[in-house]
């Protein structure tokens, strides 16, 4: 299974700040890669899809770079709306694996 | 508009079954993949299996293999997913959640779609 190691598992930021989560993956797994968000009660969200294709209707302050086994999403300006749970995932190899969440917190 | 919607929380005892629906509309049912992934409590996501709404084929991760089923109904456009032997670690909010690839596509795409997810609770 292709193991997805996200970086850090929590991050106090501000609004305004930019906001970059790593995510690296075991083995080679070219751009198939996606990052949702996720927030309590609610169902996650597709934000990024092939490492670095906005989602339809997704904000443009959410980008995401990287190919191989490094890879980031980027939140340009945090609003409120953004402090959530942001998950990457991997769709190269079954089993889909997803990274353990990065926790967006309020500093 | 495109839409999953699932069927109400459920409470079972270990060793029991759950079977859980998600209706989709809003779109081609048999056109895209849909996959089930789960949330144990303070937990992250794991993807559980995915099936081909066209064909009924399936691929499930080995951790789930002779426990889980995952099948469709063409005529009522739901998928369902069943969850053998229940143990108390199966309790988890489980969702549906659409492939944003076209059936055929040369290979899967992300999740674009998700239920609005299904609480299993596993009880003595």
């Known amino acids: 299974d292709i193991q997805m190691t996200q970086s850090p598992s929590t991050l106090s930021a501000s609004v305004g700040d930019r906001v970059t989560i790593t995510c690296r993956a075991s083995?080679?797994?070219?751009?198939?890669l996606a990052w949702y968000q996720h927030k309590p009660g609610k169902a996650p969200k597709l934000l990024i899809f092939k490492a670095s294709s906005l989602e339809s209707g997704v904000p443009s302050r959410f980008s995401g770079s990287g190919s191989g086994t490094e890879f980031t999403l980027t939140i340009s300006s945090l609003l409120p709306d953004d402090f959530a749970t942001y998950y990457c995932?991997?769709?190269?190899?079954?089993?889909?694996?997803f990274g353990q969440g990065t926790k967006v917190e309020i500093k | 508009q495109v839409q999953l919607v699932q069927s109400g929380a459920e409470v079972k005892k270990p060793g029991a079954s759950v079977k859980v629906s998600c209706k989709a509309s809003?779109?081609?049912?048999?056109?895209?993949?849909m996959h089930w992934v789960r949330q144990a409590p303070g937990q992250g996501l794991e993807w559980m299996g995915v099936i081909n709404p066209s064909g009924g084929s399936t691929n499930y991760a080995q951790k789930f293999q002779g426990r889980v089923t995952m099948t469709r109904d063409t005529s009522t456009t739901k998928v369902y997913m069943e969850l053998s032997s229940l143990k108390f670690d199966d309790t988890a909010v489980y969702y549906c959640a659409r492939d944003r690839k076209v059936v055929p596509a040369d290979h899967f795409g992300a999740m674009d779609v998700w239920g609005q997810g299904t609480t299993v609770t596993v009880s003595s």
């Open positions: 995932q991997q769709y190269h190899t079954s089993p889909w694996t």
């Open positions: 809003g779109y081609t049912f048999t056109s895209y993949h």
């Open positions: 083995q080679s797994m070219s751009n198939w």
